[in-house]
């Protein structure tokens, strides 16, 4: 079970961006993952007219890896560390290790 999954508000502990909050837009198979106005570069794009793409300077999000995050939590309004931990019903959560709140319901 990942400690970070897509749609989750986490909030950058490291880097240019620190401090920043976004949401997380998708998981890469390497681990690392895209947010939401985070880690933005400019791409100088050359235009492809049988594809339909313009030329010109655009920005995109660039992944960053999971050491440099942390999920961010409401109650708290930091970043907080993750833990896993099994319900007596069988199933398995991640909760916030400062105050034991579950994150998934």
Do not use: A, Y
């Not at 049988?50 to 970043?79: A, C, D, R, W, Y």
């Amino acid at each position: 079970m990942n400690r970070i999954k897509k749609g989750d508000e986490i909030i950058v502990i490291t880097g240019k961006d620190k401090g920043r909050r976004g949401t997380v837009l998708s998981v890469l198979e390497n681990g690392k993952m895209l947010v939401e106005n985070v880690n933005v570069v400019k791409k100088h794009q050359k235009p492809n007219p049988n594809m339909g793409i313009q030329g010109g300077i655009v920005e995109k999000e660039m992944p960053l890896h999971p050491s440099n995050v942390m999920l961010f939590n409401p109650i708290t309004n930091k970043g907080d560390r993750v833990g896993i931990k099994t319900l007596e019903d069988g199933r398995r959560v991640r909760f916030f290790k400062s105050n034991n709140e579950v994150v998934d319901i």
